[in-house]
């Protein structure tokens, strides 16, 4: 339990950094749709045009446009990632034995805790892009995030909540187990 609640601290520490990160990532990849301004034409001419126009749209506060929703998907999130993957690691691997060493058990264990930390809250992900899009932005539909949630359901579904999630899946998979195979290469190396 107390990974559980170390790695829930962690998530919430680490959305006020990807909030604007990510808004600004958002932003850039989404600037051609809705016919804003010019269809076809780029809002942004790149990441510091985009990062100088929020500011000069909103001030420091622009830039944490959607944070409460990326704590509702980062919080449980990162708890559900360092979680699993110490049970699974406890799980699979047989007392004694070694739980940093480098092995596909450890790599199956990375890939399934970021799978899980995804599934645990991806419909918030896509809530919490709705929020920070451009179009949300130049036309605001949702007062907040339980609002843009009501009204994602309401108007397409609760399947929609989901709709990216395996491909999503495919790259948490390898990506997550190559972290923890390199952490613990790192702990024996630096051993």
Not at 97 to 110: D, Q, W, Y
Request: glycine residues 10%.
């Amino acid at each position: 339990m107390s990974i559980a609640a170390a790695g829930s601290a962690s998530g919430l520490v680490n959305a006020f950094f990807s909030c604007p990160m990510e808004l600004v990532k958002i932003r850039l990849q989404n600037q051609r749709e809705g016919g804003i301004k010019k269809p076809g034409v780029p809002l942004y001419k790149g990441p510091l045009d985009c990062i100088r126009q929020i500011y000069i749209r909103n001030g420091i506060r622009g830039y944490y446009r959607g944070l409460g929703c990326t704590i509702i998907r980062e919080t449980p999130s990162y708890g559900a990632y360092f979680a699993s993957y110490e049970l699974l690691c406890r799980l699979m691997i047989p007392p004694g034995e070694e739980s940093a060493e480098p092995s596909p058990k450890l790599l199956f264990a990375g890939g399934a805790a970021g799978v899980v930390a995804w599934l645990s809250t991806y419909p918030f992900d896509v809530v919490k892009t709705r929020l920070q899009s451009v179009e949300h932005e130049v036309n605001p539909r949702y007062r907040n995030t339980m609002h843009c949630l009501r009204e994602i359901v309401r108007h397409e579904g609760w399947r929609v909540l989901f709709s990216g999630w395996g491909a999503t899946a495919i790259r948490a998979f390898p990506t997550n187990a190559a972290t923890f195979y390199a952490v613990a290469f790192a702990k024996r190396w630096l051993s």
